[in-house]
C-alpha cells in the first residue's frame, strides 16, 4: 500500500543515552511484534552511539529500511523510513523534528527534560506525522501548534481539541458587549 508519490515514514524513535526507548511510533507492520521492534531498537543504537551526530544528521541502511538519525545530549532522534523513500524528506522531517523539540522546550532536549515534558514530545510527533503520512514539515507550526494545544484547556467556552463553537462564539462575543454597555452605563 506504500505510494511512491506520497513521502512516508515507517517509524520514528526516540532513544535514551542507553539505547532504551523514550518513545517510539511504528506505522507499518513491517515489524511482526514489539520484540522484533525492540530488536532493531537495540540494533539500530549499537550501529549508531558510537557516530559523531549532533551537527547533523546521519544516515544509515539497516535490516532493510533506510534510518536517519540525531543526537542531542544524552537523547537518539531516529526517523526510519523504506529503502525506496527519499532520504532528503526523511532528513528534512528528522531536522524539523529536533528544531521544534528544542523551540517548544526553549533548550536542546535531554532525556529528563523529554520525561518531564512528555506530553510535548508526543504533540510534536503527532503533528508531524500521523499513520505514517507526513502533515506538516516546518518547526515553528508544529511549535504553534503545540502551544495551541496547551492553551486549549484554560480558554473557557473552548470545545476541547479545537475552536470555540459558533453559538459560543456569538454567546461569548454579547455577554462582552452587554458587559461594556453596562460599564459605561455606569460610569455616566
Not at 134 to 141: G, V
Amino acid at each position: 500500500m506504500e505510494s511512491a508519490d506520497i513521502p512516508s515514514v515507517k517509524g520514528l524513535l526516540v532513544l535514551d543515552g542507553e539505547g532504551k526507548r523514550i518513545v517510539a511510533r511504528y506505522y507499518s507492520s513491517h515489524f511482526a511484534s514489539s520484540a522484533d521492534e525492540l530488536a532493531f531498537e537495540k540494533k539500530l543504537f549499537d550501529k549508531t552511539a558510537r557516530t559523531n551526530a549532533k551537527t547533523e544528521a546521519e544516515i544509515i541502511i539497516l535490516d532493510g529500511l533506510i534510518t536517519v538519525y540525531k543526537n542531542s545530549a544524552d537523547v537518539w532522534l531516529y526517523v526510519v523510513g523504506s529503502q525506496s523513500e527519499n532520504e532528503l524528506i526523511l532528513v528534512t522531517a528528522l531536522c524539523t523534528f529536533a528544531e521544534a523539540l528544542q523551540n517548544s522546550l526553549r533548550m536542546p532536549p535531554d532525556k529528563r527534560l523529554l520525561l518531564d515534558n512528555f506530553d510535548t514530545l508526543l504533540l510534536a510527533i503527532d503533528e508531524l506525522i500521523d499513520g505514517g503520512t507526513f502533515l506538516e514539515l516546518d518547526a515553528s507550526a508544529i511549535v504553534n501548534r503545540i502551544t495551541m494545544k496547551g492553551a486549549d484547556a484554560s480558554i473557557p467556552g473552548e470545545v476541547p481539541g479545537g475552536a470555540a463553537g459558533y453559538g459560543d462564539q456569538t454567546f461569548n462575543s454579547m455577554f462582552a458587549s452587554a458587559r461594556e454597555q453596562v460599564a459605561r452605563a455606569l460610569l455616566k
